[in-house]
């Protein structure tokens, strides 16, 4: 199973449960649940002993953005069996977003907050913003520094993610050769 999926591509799985082969009538079925409510099902289809999953683009479409808990149980009809358990994100289909969208995530949002009530730049929207509870307008200056550190550290850490997962590297490596004269 994946631990991401854009919405709107096309989800092919081939998952092989050795103990519940569908060969001998064992269906499996992934319950996924968020949050706010949103459901995500889907069956296999038999392929020989394994379990085939074919989701076409226009189901995953329908799919909200956010991220899923729930489980795998295969079944034949009398008996079930968990046989996954983890969570998947649905990303949203970037095609499908207006012009506006703010690509941001929420500690990058954040940050550009903080940054800009520090500057005296902020408008009412980011003064009356609430992070943990409070409102960012009435942060004393020690509050805003200690928010800044803490959101800084988090957009580094999905920056380095970032680039791990695209084989970039790590920003804070500095490499050095050294030449034999």
């Known amino acids: 199973m994946p631990s991401a999926i854009y919405a709107g591509d096309s989800f092919d799985l081939l998952y092989a449960a050795s103990d519940y082969p569908a060969s001998s009538g064992w269906s499996l079925v992934f319950s996924l649940r968020a949050k706010e409510g949103s459901v995500i099902e889907f069956t296999s289809a038999a392929s020989g002993s394994d379990h085939l999953f074919n989701?076409?683009?226009?189901t995953t479409g329908g799919w909200i953005p956010g991220t899923y808990k729930g489980v795998g149980r295969v079944n034949n009809g009398t008996k079930y069996a968990t046989v996954w358990g983890g969570s998947l994100t649905v990303l949203p289909d970037m095609t499908q977003q207006s012009d506006n969208y703010d690509t941001r995530t929420n500690a990058k949002i954040?940050?550009?907050a903080i940054d800009a009530v520090m500057l005296g730049k902020a408008t009412?929207?980011?003064?009356?913003?609430?992070?943990?509870?409070?409102?960012?307008?009435?942060?004393?200056?020690?509050?805003l520094l200690s928010a800044k550190s803490f959101y800084q550290d988090r957009v580094d850490s999905e920056i380095a993610a970032e680039n791990a997962k695209n084989n970039l590297g790590n920003s804070r490596n500095v490499l050095i050769r050294f030449n034999r004269p």
């Open 55 to 58: 989701v076409v683009a226009a």
């Open 110 to 112: 954040c940050l550009d």
């Open 124 to 143: 009412r929207d980011v003064i009356q913003t609430t992070i943990a509870g409070q409102s960012i307008g009435r942060m004393s200056w020690a509050e």
